[in-house]
């Protein structure tokens, strides 16, 4: 008998197991498309099976708990034992045992493509990180949807007591994730995830650049400004003066656009309020300017202030040389409300204790 964890609480695994699996700043950094041989479905063994599936509450404790492997404990205790939790699994059409006080039964015929159950332990598979966004489109709106993209694409800082910069591993790609979705075609929502994993861009590096990345790169017509994407947290390679001027070998740009030469940086104040921290970023602009690529900064008061914001990002596009589209009448009620649904998945959706409703087979 085989227990598929699904949903949110397979969503919670894979937070805990990317902040386990952390990496470097550097790393980060560094990463390539190419680079995923640090997803979990290259980690594990990964298979199509829906099959034998545990249903009753008896066979879902007994097969928790007779997990043996330590880490993966580790895993189950912080995505499970939050208080008030509630159990999603995934078992097959048919299956006649009705919802309990802490088990959500999403039942299911679909057939499924391969890799979307991750075997981590005996008897153990979670969904992976493309089903889960697949199955949590039925209940996000568009905007919270494509957070959950950009998290489960990302790569958020982990706050560390001994100071270490390390970020949780990335779970998946955009491009994965676009393929995945266009092999579910009879998957509720599944046009909608479809949709938005198209416009998720990988390697943010946290909710608000998540945030400012979803209001400018989103196509207008779902309430984005329509600007033309950029590359997220892209090393940028200096030329040998301003190397020997600045003593940075390169620098990070949180939004880069290489052919315009244009950079645009959100500066947090948190992230930037250091002395040390200061004098990195006027070295930082220093280079930029001998290299001849032009900075834009995007401060949070600015980005809270809708109109500001705007009008940065619609300066950004004519910048790239792609002006803004013309938007028609509504437009700034919908990217209002996409602002705010992003911004409610992160106030909410990344801590909220579960409450069981909602989420879609």
Request: net charge positive; with cysteine.
């Given at each position: 008998m085989n227990l598929y964890l699904s949903h949110r609480s397979a969503l919670m695994f894979w937070r805990a197991w990317s902040a386990s699996r952390a990496i470097s700043l550097r790393a980060f950094h560094d990463l390539r498309k190419t680079d995923g041989s640090l997803f979990p479905g290259r980690l594990y063994d990964a298979t199509a099976a829906l099959r034998t599936?545990?249903?009753?509450?008896?066979?879902?404790?007994?097969?928790?708990?007779?997990?043996?492997?330590?880490?993966?404990?580790?895993?189950?205790?912080?995505?499970?034992?939050?208080?008030?939790?509630?159990?999603?699994?995934?078992?097959?059409?048919?299956e006649g045992t009705r919802n309990s006080r802490k088990i959500v039964r999403h039942r299911s015929a679909l057939v499924y493509p391969r890799g979307a159950f991750i075997g981590v332990a005996p008897h153990l598979?979670?969904?992976?990180?493309?089903?889960?966004?697949?199955?949590?489109?039925?209940?996000?709106?568009?905007?919270?949807?494509?957070?959950?993209?950009?998290?489960?694409?990302?790569?958020?800082?982990?706050?560390?007591?001994?100071?270490?910069?390390?970020?949780?591993?990335?779970?998946?790609?955009?491009?994965?994730?676009?393929?995945?979705?266009?092999?579910?075609?009879?998957?509720r929502c599944v046009k909608v995830a479809r949709v938005a994993a198209r416009q998720v861009r990988a390697k943010s590096g946290s909710p608000m650049e998540t945030e400012l990345a979803i209001a400018a790169f989103t196509s207008v017509q779902r309430g984005g400004l329509g600007v033309e994407p950029a590359?997220?947290?892209?090393?940028?390679?200096?030329?040998?003066?301003?190397?020997?001027?600045?003593?940075?070998?390169?620098?990070?740009?949180?939004?880069?656009?290489?052919?315009?030469?244009?950079?645009?940086?959100?500066?947090?104040?948190?992230?930037?309020?250091?002395?040390?921290?200061?004098?990195?970023?006027?070295?930082?602009?220093?280079?930029?300017?001998?290299?001849?690529?032009?900075?834009?900064?995007?401060t949070a008061p600015q980005f809270r202030n809708v109109t500001q914001s705007i009008a940065l990002l619609d300066n950004a596009a004519r910048r790239?040389?792609?002006?803004?589209?013309?938007?028609?009448?509504?437009?700034?009620?919908?990217?209002?409300?996409?602002?705010?649904?992003?911004?409610?998945?992160?106030?909410?959706?990344?801590?909220?204790?579960d409450g069981g409703h909602g989420l879609g087979a």
């Amino acid at each position: 008998m085989n227990l598929y964890l699904s949903h949110r609480s397979a969503l919670m695994f894979w937070r805990a197991w990317s902040a386990s699996r952390a990496i470097s700043l550097r790393a980060f950094h560094d990463l390539r498309k190419t680079d995923g041989s640090l997803f979990p479905g290259r980690l594990y063994d990964a298979t199509a099976a829906l099959r034998t599936c545990a249903s009753s509450d008896e066979d879902v404790r007994n097969l928790l708990c007779h997990v043996a492997d330590s880490e993966v404990k580790a895993w189950m205790r912080a995505c499970l034992e939050e208080e008030g939790a509630l159990v999603h699994v995934l078992v097959e059409r048919g299956e006649g045992t009705r919802n309990s006080r802490k088990i959500v039964r999403h039942r299911s015929a679909l057939v499924y493509p391969r890799g979307a159950f991750i075997g981590v332990a005996p008897h153990l598979f979670i969904c992976s990180p493309e089903l889960v966004f697949v199955q949590m489109a039925a209940s996000l709106s568009f905007g919270e949807l494509l957070a959950l993209g950009y998290e489960l694409c990302g790569c958020y800082p982990l706050d560390r007591p001994d100071g270490a910069a390390l970020m949780r591993r990335p779970l998946t790609s955009p491009a994965r994730l676009a393929a995945f979705c266009a092999q579910m075609e009879k998957a509720r929502c599944v046009k909608v995830a479809r949709v938005a994993a198209r416009q998720v861009r990988a390697k943010s590096g946290s909710p608000m650049e998540t945030e400012l990345a979803i209001a400018a790169f989103t196509s207008v017509q779902r309430g984005g400004l329509g600007v033309e994407p950029a590359s997220l947290n892209a090393p940028i390679a200096l030329s040998r003066a301003a190397r020997r001027a600045t003593g940075l070998n390169r620098v990070v740009g949180d939004f880069y656009w290489r052919e315009a030469r244009f950079l645009i940086e959100y500066d947090g104040r948190e992230a930037h309020a250091s002395e040390h921290r200061r004098a990195h970023d006027s070295r930082k602009r220093d280079a930029l300017a001998m290299d001849g690529i032009e900075l834009m900064t995007v401060t949070a008061p600015q980005f809270r202030n809708v109109t500001q914001s705007i009008a940065l990002l619609d300066n950004a596009a004519r910048r790239i040389g792609k002006p803004k589209r013309k938007r028609k009448q509504g437009h700034l009620q919908k990217h209002m409300a996409l602002r705010a649904q992003a911004r409610r998945y992160h106030r909410e959706s990344l801590s909220q204790k579960d409450g069981g409703h909602g989420l879609g087979a």
